[in-house]
């Protein structure tokens, strides 16, 4: 199953080799705004461990991880495995907009009624 996410490089780490043949490297990047920021990490693993190179700490990322799982010992290991790394879209996100008085989940406001008490309609009520 393949997911993407989107956010700041924030550090990364060194390359180890776990064995004669097999390397892994991690890295962490910052989601969220405000108080409580998210610091998630991934791991690359083999050839892919080069990826995160041509990027630097603070830089808005885009990645590409499948989510793995295994259990040892009646433990059980999470893992979100990175296979591609991309800089993000500069493009700025539109930002949500505020509902206008006329929407259906906002209450009437004093203003509004006034306006509605000032308009000439033929109506007989």
């Given at each position: 199953?393949?997911?993407?996410?989107?956010?700041?490089?924030?550090?990364?780490?060194?390359?180890?080799?776990?064995?004669?043949?097999?390397?892994?490297?991690?890295?962490?990047?910052?989601?969220?705004?405000?108080?409580?920021?998210?610091?998630?990490?991934?791991?690359?693993?083999?050839?892919?461990?080069?990826?995160?190179?041509?990027?630097?700490?603070?830089?808005?990322?885009?990645?590409?991880?499948?989510?793995?799982?295994?259990?040892?010992?009646?433990?059980?290991?999470?893992?979100?495995?990175?296979?591609?790394?991309?800089?993000?879209?500069?493009?700025?996100?539109?930002?949500?907009?505020?509902?206008?008085?006329?929407?259906?989940?906002?209450?009437?406001?004093?203003?509004?009624?006034?306006?509605?008490?000032?308009m000439d309609d033929d109506l007989p009520f």
């Open positions: 199953m393949s997911f993407e996410v989107e956010g700041k490089l924030h550090k990364v780490f060194d390359t180890e080799s776990k064995t004669d043949s097999f390397q892994a490297r991690e890295f962490v990047i910052e989601i969220g705004q405000g108080n409580y920021p998210q610091f998630i990490k991934f791991q690359l693993t083999q050839d892919r461990c080069g990826l995160i190179d041509a990027f630097q700490p603070g830089q808005v990322i885009k990645v590409y991880f499948d989510l793995r799982g295994r259990e040892w010992n009646e433990k059980y290991f999470t893992n979100l495995n990175a296979w591609r790394i991309m800089e993000a879209e500069s493009s700025p996100k539109p930002q949500p907009q505020e509902a206008s008085p006329a929407s259906s989940d906002s209450f009437p406001t004093a203003n509004d009624e006034m306006q509605l008490d000032n």
